[in-house]
């Protein structure tokens, strides 16, 4: 039989693409046969996991004791502290989140008498070369300040203080006019800078337009009937939100107040407070506030003797929330101190208060329940840990230190 160039050409192509099709079928039953018996991976392997810095949280309580004995205090504090300075030092940022983080820190070092938080914030504010945050108008990147202007309250050095005050009177040189403190939060982050400049500078106008700025805010945001802060003008009652078309109120029909953001601002009281001459013309208004918010956040007080995320709607945020729940204990326990607040009457809250929070550290030292960056009330995981809460219960330590001392006996104001 005889066939043409042609052909052949055919018939080759023809047998070869048999070939091929006959041995890729014989593979795949191969690999099918192997498959079947676990000893082929999947053609695409999966990723290899990235190593993580730090294990997954210990999902057990640390056990700590919550009795108001400077020891179990220390302990409590030193437990939380040490897990936070592990985990964040290499990443500090002069950002708000970690200056919040830093007062604690600071207030650590004063309250344990161990230098290495003290040491830590000196590090970083050389690793910062003493500067504030992107944007040093806005409050949250002037809260570092808070830090450096301590460490040179203790320890003075010019250069710690230099950028920040030059920033700062530049704040103060532009014409009255604008809202720099729009949101309630702010009132934690710029006013006690302000305050620390007047104690070093002994010029009263950094509290002069800390003052005047501080009622602007209180008069657009403060609730007289409620006494406490919207978080911001987006959750005024009278507002209609977009998504749902109706106005801004909680799933129980009462007005949306944030247990974070009313925390800033009691915090924010205290630590300007702490600063303000008993006879500051302005000091009376500062402490009729500071009652009026401690009063009203005593009567909505968890049965935990914790704070819900929405303060007036604990049935829709059932978890409480450990940020919140520490500034507002932190600033009772200030109060007592300071003799502002009737012992009486508040220290059943603080020693509750504090055993809830206490009850939310882990075995590894993280403190959870707290409510990630947001600005309002939502939901969150009981595991959710934040430097900046961990910044606030450091502050509570360091007065409930004070108040265990047996000479803090203050007369009532």
């Known amino acids: 039989m005889h066939f043409s160039l042609s052909q052949c050409v055919k018939r080759v192509r023809v047998f070869r693409t048999a070939l091929i099709t006959a041995g890729m079928l014989a593979a795949l039953v191969a690999v099918s046969s192997l498959k079947a018996q676990d000893k082929v991976p999947d053609p695409i392997p999966a990723p290899t996991p990235r190593p993580t810095p730090f294990p997954p949280p210990v999902l057990t309580k640390a056990n700590l004791s919550p009795e108001l004995t400077p020891t179990a205090i220390v302990t409590a504090m030193r437990k939380v502290a040490d897990w936070q300075l592990a985990r964040s030092e290499a990443s500090f940022k002069p950002d708000w989140t970690n200056g919040v983080l830093f007062t604690g820190f600071m207030a650590a070092s004063t309250t344990t008498g161990d230098p290495k938080y003290y040491h830590a914030m000196l590090a970083m504010g050389e690793k910062f070369n003493w500067q504030l945050g992107k944007n040093p108008p806005h409050a949250d990147d002037q809260c570092v300040a808070q830090t450096y202007l301590e460490l040179y309250l203790q320890h003075p050095d010019p250069k710690m203080i230099e950028t920040a005050r030059k920033q700062f009177d530049e704040m103060l040189s532009k014409p009255k006019g604008g809202w720099p403190w729009s949101w309630c939060d702010a009132l934690f982050m ?68 944030w247990s974070r953001g009313n925390g800033w601002v009691m915090g924010g009281l205290v630590r300007v407070l702490q600063f303000m001459p008993a006879d500051y013309p302005d000091r009376p208004n500062f402490v009729k506030q500071f009652k009026e918010m401690a009063a009203a956040l005593l009567a909505i007080q968890g049965s935990d003797g914790l704070w819900r995320s929405g303060l007036l709607d604990p049935d829709t945020y059932q978890q409480p929330e450990n940020s919140g729940s520490a500034l507002f204990t932190y600033a009772f326990a200030w109060g007592i101190n300071e003799g502002i607040l009737d012992r009486a009457t508040y220290l059943p809250a603080v020693q509750k208060a504090w055993a809830g929070l206490v009850s939310h550290i882990y075995a590894d030292g ?9 600005m309002g009330p939502s939901l969150f995981k009981p595991t959710s840990s934040e430097n900046f809460g961990v910044g606030a219960f450091l502050l509570v330590g360091s007065e409930l230190h004070r108040l265990a001392r047996p000479q803090t006996k203050p007369v009532n104001k």
């Open 190 to 257: 710029a006013p006690p800078s302000l305050a620390r400049l007047y104690k070093i500078t002994g010029d009263t106008k950094y509290l002069d337009f800390m003052s005047r700025e501080w009622w602007i805010t209180s008069k657009k945001l403060y609730d007289e009937e409620a006494h406490l802060y919207f978080r911001d003008k987006t959750f005024f009652p009278t507002n209609i939100v977009k998504k749902t078309g109706k106005p801004a109120l909680e799933a129980n029909g009462k007005k949306i107040f």
């Open 366 to 374: 993280r403190l959870g329940s707290i409510q990630p960056v947001g």
